[in-house]
């Protein structure tokens, strides 16, 4: 008789157990639900679940049985004429068909109908306790009647309440970034578009770098390997030679092992015997936990079923260091970053006082000679890079840089801020180039001016909180100068106004100059 065992899984569905048991003809399908564990939901426990696996068994016009301890499942299998096993070695011993019919069975299966009506009929009785009892109907309208008078309460607690807040704000740092473009083929910045006047100074520079080579190359492999339980599933003796095929199902690529040895088993059904097996490939991958070779290839399927009680183990490969594409980069990118910075130095250094440069835009403008002392793949401990290259500098005068940060910090501020004069400052950073060649650079521009305090912000942010958080998240938010001045009536409210217009914002003049 030919059967097929199918292996469930916690995050299985009727849909992936439906996959599983696939479009092949059968004449017994066995499922096997997982061991339940905690915190996890027993998969394909509903009473619909059970029936739809059984319709769709019934149409691949095989019988199903089911192996499970779970006492729902249990339920819908008797209710539906299925057969339940406790382990996959009893059924294969066992003879048994499914109810082809769909229609459930009024009845339970053996052992567990008694059990069932003694739940129903503890249900019915708690079901009408619960719903006649008048103390509880008397709990029930006392919460009830709190809640109200609670909600009240609270209402008078959000409309009462008036607040009056002072604010004296300061001085505050603003910083604004600009990328300007230094372009070497004008002659006069346009400061309006953040362009700037730049020039180019090269020079040859050579260098050589070496590194560990960190990526890695097979040398041996072996083989996992372990032991298969084979079971006879006829009357009839049965001969196992070593070299047949077994393998994995429960994996979207299944996994084949051989048998070792020859093996034999009597002509009873149910006897077992144990082989030895090894993976077909080498690998790791062949590294299996127990129960998941479920599989007999060839014209023994029909004869025995198998599996493994242990983990399938051994499985390696022993690997040697070699040159990896990413260790050539890190390698060029190295040598690169150093030449850069030769070609830097070396150009700074006869650079008039007026002028101003920046490591950033030193770029390799053309490489002379580049030379790998390994290719990709090679085996090695080291990786050796040497290249000669012409590096170009970017220089530029920093005040045409910085009249274009002032711009950008001045649009930054808008209308309603005063930017303090004396306060003004400014950096140069990162810089970068692109494919027509003009330089990017960033301009960071800081000032301090003083700010206008938006008052749906204040409310925003001091909104039914306590005096104490209110002022703090003030100070937090806001640029002040002095702790918030708060006063709520009546004075015993120790919290904001739920309603925003129950508070009054007033807001003082900057104390700057005044410091």
Do not use: C
């Not at 095989?62 to 070695?89: C, K, M, R, Y």
């Not at 991958?285 to 242990?310: D, F, H, M, W, Y």
């Amino acid at each position: 008789m030919r059967e097929q065992l199918v292996n469930l899984e916690n995050n299985d569905d009727y849909h992936s157990a439906r996959d599983k048991m696939g479009q092949v003809q059968v004449d017994r399908i066995l499922l096997v639900w997982p061991k339940p564990t905690r915190g996890q939901n027993v998969p394909l426990s509903r009473r619909l679940d059970v029936l739809l696996m059984h319709r769709h068994s019934t149409r691949l016009g095989a019988h199903l049985g089911i192996v499970t301890d779970h006492e729902q499942i249990i339920e819908h299998a008797g209710a539906l004429g299925i057969p339940v096993f406790d382990s996959v070695t009893t059924a294969h011993v066992s003879l048994w068909r499914s109810r082809t019919s769909l229609r459930p069975d009024i009845t339970k299966p053996p052992g567990h109908s008694k059990s069932l009506k003694l739940a129903k009929h503890y249900l019915d009785h708690r079901t009408k306790i619960r719903n006649n009892n008048p103390r509880l109907d008397l709990i029930r309208g006392g919460i009830l009647t709190a809640i109200g008078m609670l909600s009240i309460g609270t209402l008078v607690l959000l409309a009462i309440p008036t607040a009056t807040v002072t604010l004296t704000p300061k001085y505050s740092n603003f910083e604004s970034q600009v990328n300007v473009i230094a372009d070497p083929n004008i002659t006069a910045p346009d400061y309006e578009q953040d362009i700037i006047v730049a020039t180019s100074e090269n020079t040859i520079v050579s260098g050589e770098v070496e590194i560990e080579a960190t990526g890695t190359s097979d040398l041996s492999i072996q083989y996992a390997s372990g032991t298969a339980i084979f079971t006879n599933l006829t009357f009839q003796p049965v001969t196992i030679p070593a070299g047949t095929a077994v393998s994995t199902s429960s994996r979207l690529e299944p996994i084949s092992y051989v048998t070792q040895h020859d093996a034999a088993l009597d002509g009873k059904r149910g006897l077992i015997t144990v082989v030895e097996v090894r993976a077909a490939l080498p690998g790791p991958v062949a590294n299996v936990g127990p129960s998941l070779i479920n599989r007999v290839e060839g014209p023994l399927s029909k004869q025995v079923a198998v599996t493994n009680r242990q983990a399938i183990t051994g499985g390696q490969t022993v690997i040697v260091p070699a040159v990896t594409r990413l260790d050539r980069s890190k390698a060029y990118d190295t040598l690169v970053n150093n030449l850069r910075g030769y070609g830097f130095a070396d150009i700074v250094a006869n650079l008039p006082s007026y002028q101003l440069s920046s490591i950033e835009t030193a770029e390799i403008k053309d490489v002379l000679d580049l030379n790998y002392s390994h290719s990709i793949g090679e085996h090695t401990d080291k990786l050796t890079v040497t290249m000669q290259a012409i590096i170009s500098v970017t220089v530029i005068d920093e005040q045409d840089a910085y009249k274009v940060g002032y711009k950008t910090l001045q649009n930054q501020l808008g209308s309603n801020m005063e930017l303090y004069e004396d306060t003004v400052q400014y950096s140069r950073s990162n810089a970068s180039t692109n494919q027509l060649g003009d330089i990017f650079i960033q301009v960071t521009t800081t000032g301090i001016a003083a700010p206008e305090i938006e008052l749906s912000n204040v409310n925003n942010t001091i909104r039914w909180k306590p005096i104490t958080q209110a002022k703090r998240d003030l100070l937090q938010t806001f640029a002040l100068s002095k702790i918030p001045e708060i006063v709520i009536r009546p004075a015993w409210m120790n919290r904001m106004p739920w309603l925003t217009w129950r508070t009054s914002i007033t807001v003082n003049s900057p104390d700057y100059m005044t410091k």
